[in-house]
């Protein structure tokens, strides 16, 4: 007896569809979230690639006013974000040159909140893809575990002990298994894909901070117009030097 897949659905019991029912949610659901999240990485990069050139065009050109607006406007590049949190602590200590050393550290600060949000938000949904690729075979295993109960129950009320009287049952119960693992694996796979990706994406965010916040140091007593630490050191130096001299 040869039984096509519409054959095993019109057999099956309604606690086996409910099992596939479930399944084919759970499939629908990291499907929708698996797009989402592509979308979203592929925008970020995206606005990541436009956004690195012309900020670092503005810093060479010691042009923080401009790459402030710059970070502001490039809403979804995760690197825009993490820049664009530091640079707005200062932002208005940039404009009237009295930026300090604890401004620095307050923005590197900035940086590190800034950082661990965008994170958050790139890691939004991938708990649904690991609860889907890790709990769907065992779904599927129950409607497997009940199709089997119910098919001997079957033999059991008929009388008969024969194979053919519980293949068709067995083949019920076992479909429900290979739908669960077609679920599953996919989940499994993206979840893990998109997990590369965003370290990747956190690595760049942690490179490009830190250079960011090595060049507002090497710069505190440069092009922010003499900082008020820069003319608060000289100024005591100046008058501890002439103490000395005394």
Same mark, same amino acid.
């Given at each position: 007896?040869?039984?096509?897949?519409?054959?095993?659905?019109?057999?099956?019991?309604? =606690?086996?569809?409910?099992?596939?029912?479930?399944?084919?949610?759970? *499939? +629908?659901?990291?499907?929708?979230? $698996?797009?989402?999240?592509?979308?979203? %990485?592929?925008?970020?990069?995206?606005?990541?690639?436009? #956004?690195?050139?012309? =900020? *670092?065009? #503005?810093? @060479?050109?010691?042009? /923080?006013?401009?790459?402030?607006?710059?970070? @502001?406007?490039?809403?979804?590049?995760?690197?825009?974000?993490? %820049?664009?949190?530091?640079?707005?602590?200062?932002?208005? %200590?940039?404009?009237? &040159?009295?930026?300090?050393?604890?401004?620095?550290?307050?923005?590197?600060?900035?940086?590190?909140?800034?950082?661990?949000?965008?994170?958050?938000?790139?890691?939004?949904?991938?708990?649904?893809?690991?609860?889907?690729?890790?709990?769907?075979?065992?779904?599927?295993?129950?409607?497997?575990?009940?199709?089997?109960?119910?098919?001997?129950? &079957?033999?059991?009320?008929?009388?008969?002990?024969?194979?053919?009287? +519980?293949?068709?049952?067995?083949? @019920?119960? %076992?479909?429900?298994?290979?739908?669960?693992? +077609?679920?599953? +694996?996919?989940?499994?796979?993206? !979840?893990? !894909? #998109?997990?590369?990706?965003?370290?990747?994406?956190?690595?760049?965010?942690?490179?490009? $901070?830190?250079?960011?916040?090595? !060049? /507002?140091?090497?710069?505190?007593?440069? @092009? #922010?117009?003499?900082?008020? =630490?820069?003319?608060?050191?000289?100024?005591?130096?100046?008058?501890?030097?002439?103490?000395? *001299?005394?």
């Amino acid at each position: 007896m040869q039984l096509s897949l519409l054959d095993l659905w019109g057999q099956m019991a309604g =606690f086996a569809r409910g099992i596939v029912f479930t399944l084919a949610i759970m *499939s +629908i659901w990291s499907l929708s979230v $698996s797009i989402k999240k592509w979308w979203d %990485l592929r925008q970020a990069q995206a606005e990541t690639r436009k #956004f690195a050139p012309e =900020f *670092s065009q #503005f810093l @060479e050109e010691d042009n /923080m006013a401009e790459a402030v607006t710059l970070a @502001e406007k490039y809403k979804k590049s995760h690197v825009a974000r993490v %820049l664009g949190g530091a640079l707005s602590e200062i932002k208005p %200590l940039i404009q009237d &040159g009295t930026v300090t050393v604890g401004d620095i550290n307050s923005a590197e600060r900035a940086v590190e909140r800034e950082m661990l949000m965008t994170i958050t938000d790139l890691k939004r949904g991938l708990g649904i893809l690991a609860t889907v690729g890790a709990t769907a075979p065992f779904v599927g295993l129950l409607g497997t575990t009940m199709g089997i109960v119910n098919a001997f129950v &079957g033999m059991a009320a008929s009388g008969s002990g024969g194979l053919s009287a +519980i293949s068709a049952g067995v083949a @019920e119960a %076992l479909i429900t298994t290979a739908f669960g693992l +077609i679920v599953a +694996i996919p989940a499994v796979w993206l !979840y893990n !894909y #998109f997990q590369v990706k965003i370290d990747n994406l956190t690595a760049e965010m942690t490179y490009t $901070s830190k250079e960011m916040i090595d !060049y /507002m140091i090497k710069n505190v007593s440069g @092009e #922010f117009g003499r900082s008020r =630490f820069t003319r608060e050191f000289n100024t005591t130096a100046s008058s501890g030097s002439g103490q000395i *001299s005394q």
